[in-house]
């Protein structure tokens, strides 16, 4: 199930404990949040799509880029694990940067942290290394420059 950027905006509200009583995210409170979260999201989301599932290798010379999103039911270009577990984190680490710079710091390093975790499992690809340094193929031959 692809998460919308409301998914995202409710999780960082909840985060934020910026519910009301009734436990709607949308109110006159968060209004200003919700105005900015479009703009937040599309940074962030750039910033994790190379650790997504979603992520697709580019043709060489090029780079891909997510998409972006335009309003606040647009799916988030992620897999549902960076979009519900990660991606609030950094949302509410930036809603909260000039209102409260403690509670944004600590989501702010919880959203750190988890994109290190995400780093550690991407898998490396590996490719063949050439000695440039040998005599053979088309290296410099490394032999003929040990006699000054």
């Not at 919880?110 to 690809?125: F, P, V």
Request: no cysteine; proline share 3%.
């Amino acid at each position: 199930m692809a998460r919308s950027a409301q998914n995202v905006f409710d999780t960082a509200i909840a985060l934020m404990d910026e519910l009301d009583e009734s436990g709607a995210t949308d109110t006159s409170d968060t209004k200003e949040y919700k105005d900015r979260t479009i703009l937040i999201l599309n940074i962030l989301v750039q910033e994790l799509y190379p650790y997504s599932a979603t992520y697709k290798k580019p043709k060489a010379g090029q780079r891909n880029t997510a998409r972006v999103l335009q309003k606040m039911a647009d799916a988030v270009d992620l897999d549902d694990y960076i979009a519900s577990a990660v991606l609030p984190y950094g949302l509410a680490a930036h809603l909260l940067l000039e209102e409260n710079p403690t509670a944004a710091n600590y989501f702010q390093q919880r959203y750190d942290e988890l994109k290190a975790r995400l780093r550690e499992g991407i898998l490396a690809e590996s490719e063949d290394i050439f000695d440039v340094y040998s005599g053979t193929g088309n290296g410099i031959g490394f032999e003929w420059t040990t006699r000054w």
